[in-house]
Structure formats: structure tokens, C-alpha cells
């Protein structure tokens, strides 16, 4: 469900929007949050809420892997966009799972009219390692519906 009011988002958003994510600020087209769920060396698993304002999404990006790896979207609150090079994007609603291979060129971010959160999960693998690329472009974004 679309939700442009902020207040409004926020008491949808379960896993809490967080601190701005300005670690990965230059791979990303607009403002994102991001609380993280837990705790590497706690837990072999890094899960962390990122939220997305209105119009923010993260550069084309790939996640490396020589075995295992990928990456796992959990669709909390607002709606969204994932796309794979080459293929249509996927609108995302709260609720839905997005399995991202290793090795798959995509990108991932809120639609232009809405607030977005995903929890991603990192997927243990060997010789991870993100790789971004080029931003989406204003052209390619817009004319997403
Ligand atoms: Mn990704």
C-alpha cells in the first residue's frame, strides 16, 4: 500500500526505519534508513530493516559469490520496486519474499509516491562482496508504473 506521510509509514514500519544510512549514501539515489536486526558475531546472519523515502533507490548492484551468497528481500511496509537487468521491474507490497541470486545485476527501492521498507537478508556464501554500479537513472525510474 502506498503511504507518503511519514508519521503514517512509521507506525506500518514493524522493524523500525532507524538511523540514516549514510554508510552506503553515495550508492543510493535519494534518503534511506536502516536499523539493523542483528549482530554480526552474534549471528552468522545480517538482517537489517532498510527504508526507503519516496523516490529513493540504491544503484544497480551486484552481489558476488562463489558458493551459497545472494541476497533475500522481506517486503515490510509501503511499496517498492525490484528489477533485475533485463528484465520488467516487480512492484513490492508488504508480505512478499524476493530471492536475489548471486551474480544477478539488480537494483531495489520505493516507488516515487511511497515509502518503502524491506528486511534484506544477507546470505552467507563464499567470497561475498558487493559490487555497485551505475545509478538508475531518472529516465529509467520514471517510467516505471
Ligand atoms: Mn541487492
Known amino acids: 500500500m502506498k503511504i507518503q506521510n511519514k508519521t503514517e509509514f ?14 552506503y549514501a553515495r550508492y543510493f539515489t535519494g534518503d ?9 558475531g552474534e549471528c552468522p546472519v545480517f538482517l537489517a530493516n532498510v527504508t526507503f523515502e519516496p523516490g529513493c533507490r540504491n544503484n544497480w ?9 545472494g541476497q533475500i528481500l522481506i517486503c515490510t511496509a509501503g511499496s517498492g520496486w525490484y528489477q533485475e537487468e533485463g528484465k520488467a ?33 544477507e546470505v552467507p556464501g563464499t567470497n561475498t562482496g558487493n559490487q555497485w554500479c551505475e545509478p538508475v537513472t ?8
Not at 512509521?10 to 554508510?23: D, S, V
Not at 551486484?62 to 551459497?68: L, N, R, Y
Not at 548471486?102 to 534484506?120: C, L, Q, R, T
Open 10 to 23: 512509521e507506525q506500518q514500519n514493524l522493524f523500525g526505519t532507524g538511523t540514516p544510512n549514510t554508510a
Open 32 to 40: 534511506s534508513f536502516l536499523n539493523p536486526l542483528t549482530k554480526l
Open 89 to 121: 521491474a516487480v512492484s513490492l507490497e508488504p508480505g512478499m519474499v524476493i530471492t536475489i541470486p548471486p551474480e544477478v545485476k539488480h537494483w531495489h527501492g520505493a516507488k516515487a509516491d511511497s515509502w518503502f521498507s524491506h528486511i534484506a537478508v
Open 61 to 69: 548492484h551486484i552481489h558476488h559469490a562463489s558458493e551459497g551468497g
Open 138 to 145: 531518472d529516465g529509467e525510474y520514471g517510467r516505471l508504473q
